[in-house]
């Protein structure tokens, strides 16, 4: 079974630090875009940043400079390490990935089952 398994999150006080980690596993052929979203208490979910597998990042604009995506192909992890955390940044936190199964070359598109992260004043 392929699937990603997210670790890391927790609560802290504003302006610290959390590194967030999110593992794929199973018969992955190749893991193409790799991301994280946020879904705060209320809202709709909200994307955080992406990495292609070839490094090439994008972020929201809420996180620019805060938050930085890296992922390491030969573990197929993810990582999120935000700084500088701010309470409106307290959400669950989804890890996303594009995966291409070894098993018949199938598409999936993975969700994790969401870390929770919360930032207190």
């Known amino acids: 079974q392929v699937q990603l398994v997210e670790s890391g999150g927790g609560a802290v006080q504003a302006g610290g630090s959390l590194r967030l980690s999110c593992a794929a596993s199973?018969?992955?052929?190749?893991?193409?875009?790799m991301g994280w979203y946020r879904q705060a208490p209320g809202k709709q979910r909200e994307f955080v940043a992406v990495i292609s597998s070839g490094g090439t990042t994008n972020y929201g604009d809420s996180v620019k400079g805060r938050f930085t995506i890296s992922r390491d192909n030969a573990k197929n992890t993810v990582y999120l390490q935000m700084n500088s955390l701010k309470p409106e940044d307290t959400a669950v936190y989804y890890c996303n990935a594009n995966v291409i199964t070894a098993v018949a070359s199938r598409y999936l598109e993975l969700w994790g089952q969401g870390t929770l992260v919360t930032v207190s004043s």
């Open positions: 199973g018969r992955i052929s190749s893991i193409n875009v």
